[in-house]
């Protein structure tokens, strides 16, 4: 299906889905991330693509769901809709790495999708937010829950509670994102980044996303014991054997993915 809202390029085995609204400063309209679900979706699906990134343009990553459509909504409305419920637990499902590749705005909504990535890397013009209780409101698609765990509690209730927004260095200085990078060089950074992870095994790369995010619901002894296990299962793969022999005989790995 072609895509309206979004454009997706697949190269290298590397899909880039640019969020592409821009007079809207790229708000997060139903259209939009029901797109951005549905290519990331076939993004997974496809045996070619081995890392995803997606991103906004100069202005913005995105500027946060669209006001102007939320603005009519009511109760019954968006209950009764799942308002964002199955297209962020679509993006969730996602066993491929993710990286938010982001410069400018990313507020509400779009610090959001942001933070559903694995990683985020930032421009040097960056500026996070969730400034949602400015519209009467609060975050609904994970915001209070994940910037939470990054950033902790005194930053995240101040930035949910004053609105303000954080600048690429305090996000980097916070834990929000991986790296700042200069704005001219963003899509370079991310497609290294990603270059690089395409290289490696994607049995391994899946088990890694698995294992951090469990990070965030399990107590330490609970998560060690599925590390272990993880870790453990992953010497029944070809690309373990193969890994390790490349190591010792000073050659580069060839993974197979299987
Ligand atoms: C709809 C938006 C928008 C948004 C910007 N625009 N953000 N439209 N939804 N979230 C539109 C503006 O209306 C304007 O359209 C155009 O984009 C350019 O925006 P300006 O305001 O003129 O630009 P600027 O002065 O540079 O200010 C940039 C800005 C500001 C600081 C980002 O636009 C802003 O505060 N936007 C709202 C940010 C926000 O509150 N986000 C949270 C949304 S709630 P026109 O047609 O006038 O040119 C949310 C909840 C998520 O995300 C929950 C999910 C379940």
Redo the contacts with the bound molecule.
Sequence with gaps: MAFETIVVEISDHIAVLRLNRP???N??SQQLLGELAQAVGEADANDKVRCIVITGNEK?FA??????E?AEQSFADVYTKN??VDEAAAINRCRKPIIAAVAG?A????C?LAMMCDFIIAADTAKFGQ??I??G?M???G?SQRLTRLVGKSKSMDMHLTGRFMDAEEAERSGLVSRVVPAKKLMDETMAAADKITEKSMIAASAIKEAVDQAEEMSLSQGLIFERRLFHSLFATEDQSEGMAAFVEKREAQFRDK
């Design positions: 007079k809207q400063l708000a997060l913005a500027a946060g769901a669209d006001i102007s939320m308002f964002f705005y507020l509400g909504g779009g959001e400034p949602e400015n519209l409101v975050a609904g698609m915001g």
